[in-house]
């Protein structure tokens, strides 16, 4: 076992160009959470899936943030025409389906740069 | 929805002493979990202890424990025999169990508070 992956970890990008970032959960979870974590802040709720099932969106995604996760294994988190306010640590986290028991495990995050 | 404050931006305590972290939460929920959540610097989120709303007793990890207030929305951390490891952010997190299965849900971060041990 060997975490929550995530790549890259750091991003640079240029405002308006479309970045996609990757997550591999921990093999056995079947729940994986998108959080995104701004400077001085806690983590906030983007999306989750249950196996491959986008179960909740928050409304902070806008339509030019997409998720998916198929087959129910990793996880991708594409956000288009990148904007400076997406400057941002967006964090996966993955846990079973009991959950509260077992906690969430955070990945290393991966630090976007929109300049 | 449910609200987290942590209302100590910053604290400072000395290797070897106790430090108390104050967090408190806003829901009209029965049924939740508590965390706390130690983010040290460029590295990964880890648990640090977790509440579960109908147990009374307090949990306890080790040197961690916390003091839960039901009534009053309170889930303060305490961190006895302070080491210089546990210099971190600490993000105290509420989580609502799904009314129809019982099961997890998001949860719902306070902003933090940045813990610096010293010598």
């Known amino acids: 076992d060997t975490g929550v992956s995530q790549d890259p970890r750091h991003k640079i990008t240029k405002r308006g160009q479309n970045v996609t970032f990757r997550c591999d959960p921990i093999s056995e979870h079947n729940r994986l959470y998108w959080y995104r974590q701004t400077l001085g802040q806690g983590p906030e709720f983007l999306t989750y899936?249950?196996?491959?099932?986008?179960?909740?969106k928050s409304r902070l995604l806008s339509d030019r943030f997409s998720a998916e996760r198929p087959k129910g294994s990793f996880s991708t988190l594409e956000i288009q025409r990148t904007e400076q306010g997406d400057s941002a640590m967006y964090l996966c986290a993955s846990t079973r389906l009991g959950g509260a028991d077992y906690g969430y495990t955070f990945g290393s995050g991966t630090r976007l740069t929109v300049v | 929805a449910q609200t987290v404050t942590q209302s100590q931006p910053e604290m400072s305590v000395q290797e070897a002493e106790t430090v108390t972290l104050s967090c408190t939460y806003d829901t009209s929920e029965n049924n939740y979990y508590l965390f706390w959540y130690k983010q040290p610097p460029s590295r990964q989120m880890i648990l640090v202890i977790r509440q579960e709303a109908y147990k009374q007793q307090n949990a306890t990890e080790n040197r961690f424990s916390v003091n839960f207030q039901k009534a009053a929305k309170s889930f303060s951390l305490k961190i006895s025999d302070s080491q210089l490891g546990d210099t971190a952010m600490y993000f105290c997190?509420?989580?609502?169990?799904?009314?129809?299965?019982?099961?997890?849900?998001?949860?719902?971060f306070g902003t933090g508070t940045r813990l610096q041990v010293t010598l």
């Open positions: 899936f249950q196996n491959e099932a986008q179960l909740e």
């Open positions: 997190a509420f989580m609502k169990l799904k009314e129809d299965t019982g099961t997890a849900s998001k949860l719902t």
